[in-house]
């Protein structure tokens, strides 16, 4: 069974970056040194040979996740969402917690969720308790320190 992936267009966009640079740059350049290495007689403590093998086994394993990422993803562009008063993905989200401070997250795919740049992944715990709830909404979420109640302040879908 196929499972749909949703993403941004700018998160598709770096995935899609990237699977073009290790495909049409890095991995030609490590082949071409692998190929020099071979050519350099034993391989079995040649360092160059070893190293550049095991390199291009990483590379390829990346771009084999990345094709079939990218395959399955469909874009959502936050700025097309509907229903915009609940929180769907792509739903920047200001919540209050139980202590009064506020918390701004997106929610994003989990390839791009960067908790620094308040991007979260939206199948985490609390990307799932946000999920449909609307401004004025109180959600109880999962923690390591058991259930904490957020309040839903505000909800936005901006444009990337």
Same mark, same amino acid.
């Given at each position: 069974?196929? #499972?749909?992936?949703?993403?941004? +267009? @700018?998160?598709?966009?770096?995935?899609?970056?990237?699977?073009?640079?290790?495909?049409?740059?890095?991995?030609?350049?490590?082949?071409?040194?692998?190929?020099?290495?071979?050519?350099?007689?034993?391989?079995?403590?040649?360092?160059?040979?070893?190293?550049? #093998?095991?390199?291009?086994?990483?590379?390829?394993?990346?771009?084999?996740?990345?094709? @079939?990422?990218?395959?399955?993803?469909?874009?959502?562009? +936050? #700025?097309n969402?509907?229903?915009l008063?609940?929180?769907?993905?792509?739903?920047t989200?200001?919540?209050? #917690?139980?202590?009064?401070?506020?918390?701004?997250?997106?929610?994003?795919?989990?390839?791009?969720?960067?908790?620094?740049?308040?991007?979260?992944?939206?199948?985490? +715990?609390?990307? @799932?308790?946000?999920?449909?709830?609307? %401004?004025?909404?109180?959600?109880r979420?999962?923690?390591?320190?058991?259930?904490? %109640?957020?309040?839903?302040?505000?909800?936005?879908?901006?444009?990337?």
């Amino acid at each position: 069974m196929q #499972k749909t992936h949703y993403m941004t +267009p @700018k998160g598709y966009k770096n995935l899609a970056d990237e699977l073009d640079f290790l495909l049409h740059k890095e991995r030609p350049k490590i082949v071409d040194i692998v190929s020099w290495a071979a050519g350099n007689g034993d391989r079995s403590e040649n360092g160059d040979y070893i190293y550049n #093998k095991k390199r291009l086994r990483e590379i390829d394993r990346r771009v084999r996740y990345l094709t @079939k990422k990218l395959d399955d993803t469909q874009v959502v562009d +936050p #700025k097309n969402q509907q229903n915009l008063d609940r929180i769907y993905f792509g739903a920047t989200v200001t919540y209050a #917690k139980e202590d009064d401070s506020e918390i701004t997250v997106t929610l994003v795919d989990v390839d791009e969720a960067d908790f620094d740049q308040g991007k979260i992944n939206w199948h985490s +715990p609390v990307g @799932k308790a946000l999920m449909k709830a609307e %401004e004025g909404d109180v959600v109880r979420v999962r923690t390591g320190n058991g259930i904490e %109640e957020i309040e839903v302040i505000r909800i936005t879908y901006m444009q990337e």
